[in-house]
């Protein structure tokens, strides 16, 4: 009876441990777990070599690639070979516990065989939505990135188009002035004509001439002449003030009109403007070359830290929801009350990763992962992570982060620091004009990001020092004019100064990103424009000179002509008149003294009765 009993039970061992080893296969168990990191990654995650033991409750595989979401030619990383053991006696609560374990031989952007895409089938989850607006407004950010246009390094301007373009309208000004004031020349010559009595003043002239003072002596011709002295000097003073009148108006008009230089100056000048408002340069502000430059790389770095937060907090939210927050118990008679398990497990956790591998760029690395668990808050700890690298020619790498997910407001911490990498051979920018990579340099990258909750800042610092670039062969795409541009930028660049940020929040989204290239190829595109503005001005010079210089010559030969005429007709009609003027005043004298001597004579009371008759003449 005994017998019997060992046989059913070692009957019922057997059984058990065949279908455990069948439904913990190797191959089971391999395609569960990739199958989970597939639908975490989001992209195929392969296993080669799994065994596992069940005796032992070890695992172990040759080899693991993860594939680059973004480029599914492409792994993420790869593995070499690790095994690690799970706590046996919580498996029998469905919970997978790690102690620790190693993962060696970690390759970075390895090349694939094969596509590691997904199956149209495999959808990923959905991320959280303040992630999925935050990768929103960063794709809406590419979208906007401004196109490289050639036009800014081309810049030309075609100035025949152009001045078929322009109206000139200072000819038809000039002509204008010019027959206006061939009307105001034409109105002072007929009222020179009006004043011209050249035959009276000489008529004038003669009379006083012909009055021989000498040869008067009697009183009765001594009245005679102080009567036509008298009316001489009538004459000649009223047409004098009308001389002079009429010599003050045209010195005004005149004046007027030797202004017109600086009227016609300005409105040839206002053409220029006006022409001037029909070149075009292109907008490339620093801004806008910066984001040329590096807004694409910087901002898809940044996306893809995003989407792995994004993925985090999509199975950490997952786990919060299977297991509940405790809920207070009523207090009722009769009721039993739920107490919360002590040293309580979650349903999986690595305690420990240690790893070391190389990178793309032959950087040698090496650190730790702590606490990858699928609820935070039951064992009070956050996910570190801490890996330090060391290149070739005293590079070196430091990255920290942390991921807690511990309280209700989920925060990502993670900095990394990259020290003396050499850019040789590494390309700066995809920007068209620089298809170079540096020949010599170190770079210098410090990089932060601080995700609390709904609020993202990250920013991005790199330093380019002692840089050379490689312009010894001209890209197929550019023109020999605009590789000679290229050629001049690279040359002018022998350190480099990057700074980028992003920020979010609630209410607001901010992009921004400087270098001192920006201003190295600003500079270079205003010289350009600059260059062709001033081959144009002096183009447009020639041609409106050329235009308008007719119409000027022809203005400032009537000015000189009829203007110099009339000012010397003017000229000398009133220097006529003021010498006519000083005739009469020394005849007058003459006769004056003439009485005196008269007086002199004897003829006391007949001079007195004259003198007192010309002062009566001469004071009216």
């Known amino acids: 009876m005994l017998r019997k009993k060992g046989v059913i039970l070692l009957s019922v061992i057997v059984i058990i441990l065949v279908v455990l080893n ?17 639908r975490v990654v989001g992209a195929k995650v392969e296993l080669s070599g799994l065994k596992f033991s069940l005796l032992r409750m070890q695992i172990q595989w040759k080899r693991v690639q993860v594939t680059d979401p973004n480029n599914t030619w492409y ?3 790869e593995t070499g070979s690790c095994n690690f053991h799970l706590a046996p006696e919580p498996l029998l609560s469905k919970k997978f516990i790690i102690e620790g374990f190693q993962l060696q031989d970690i390759e970075f952007n390895t090349p694939r065989e094969e596509d590691g895409r997904l199956s149209r089938k495999a959808t990923a989850r959905k991320p959280p939505k303040i992630v999925q607006k935050l990768r929103d407004n960063l794709k809406a950010e590419l979208d906007q990135m401004p196109v490289f246009d050639s036009g800014a390094f081309t810049f030309s301007i075609d100035p025949d188009e152009l001045w078929e373009r322009i109206d000139l309208q200072s000819p038809g000004k000039i002509q204008s002035l010019k027959e206006n004031y061939e009307q105001t020349f034409t109105v002072w010559e007929e009222r020179f004509n009006d004043l011209r009595g050249r035959e009276d003043l000489d008529a004038l002239r003669t009379q006083i001439q012909s009055m021989n003072v000498d040869r008067i002596d009697t009183v009765q011709e001594l009245q005679q002449n102080m009567v036509t002295i008298h009316d001489i000097y009538d004459r000649v003073n009223k047409y004098a003030e009308s001389v002079r009148h009429t010599r003050s108006n045209f010195e005004n008009d005149l004046g007027e009109i030797q202004h017109s230089p600086s009227v016609v100056s300005a409105w040839i000048e206002e053409d220029y403007r006006r022409a001037f408002q029909l070149i075009q340069p292109p907008e490339m502000t620093t801004r806008n070359i910066a984001k040329l430059l590096f807004g694409e790389r910087v901002i898809n770095k940044i996306d893809r830290v995003a989407g792995f937060i994004g993925k985090v907090r999509t199975y950490s939210e997952k786990a919060r929801a299977v297991l ?17 398990e002590y040293n309580a497990l979650p349903n999986f956790w690595i305690k420990d990763i240690d790893l070391s591998g190389v990178t793309s760029a032959g950087t040698y690395i090496k650190g730790s992962i702590t606490n ?17 690298g060391e290149g070739t020619g005293g590079a070196g790498l430091f990255l920290n982060g942390i991921v807690d997910h511990r309280g209700e407001v989920p925060k990502e911490l993670l900095k990394i620091e990259i020290s003396k990498v050499p850019l040789k051979d590494m390309r700066l920018s995809s920007f068209p004009l620089i298809p170079y990579r540096f020949t010599s340099g170190e770079g210098f990258i410090l990089a932060e990001l601080d995700f609390l909750g709904s609020d993202f800042e990250s920013t991005v610092d790199f330093k380019g020092r002692n840089v050379g670039l490689d312009y010894a062969q001209r890209s197929s795409d550019i023109s020999p004019y605009l590789y000679k541009i290229s050629t001049e930028i690279a040359q002018s660049i022998q350190k480099i100064d990057l700074r980028a940020s992003v920020r979010q929040t609630p209410e607001d989204f901010d992009f ?6 920006d201003d190295v190829i600003a500079e270079k595109v205003s010289m350009i424009i600059t260059d062709e503005v001033t081959k144009t001005r002096q183009y447009l010079d020639q041609k409106i000179n050329a235009e308008t210089e007719e119409y000027v010559q022809e203005l400032d030969h009537l000015v000189a002509v009829r203007g110099t005429a009339l000012t010397t007709e003017m ?50």
Do not use: C
């Not at 405790?326 to 739920?338: A, F, M, S, T, V």
């Not at 990858?372 to 330090?388: D, F, H, W, Y």
């Not at 921004?512 to 290239?517: A, G």
């Open 324 to 340: 509940p927050d405790k809920e207070k118990p009523q207090r009722l008679h009769g009721l039993d009350i739920p107490f919360p």
């Open 372 to 388: 990858i668990v699928s609820r935070q808050a039951i064992i009070g700890k956050p996910t570190t992570i801490e890996i330090l």
């Open 512 to 517: 921004f990103i400087k270098s001192n290239v």
């Open 571 to 620: 000229m000398e009609l009133y220097q006529n008149v003021v010498t006519l003027e000083k005739e009469v005043l020394q005849k007058r004298k003459e006769i004056e003294d003439k009485t005196k001597t008269i007086f002199k004579k004897g003829q006391e009371k007949v001079v007195d009765e004259m003198l007192k008759h010309l002062q009566n003449f001469f004071t009216e």
């Open 75 to 77: 792994n993420l990383f």
């Open 22 to 38: 069948v439904f913990f296969s190797d191959r089971w168990i391999e395609k569960r777990l990739e199958s989970f990191g597939s």
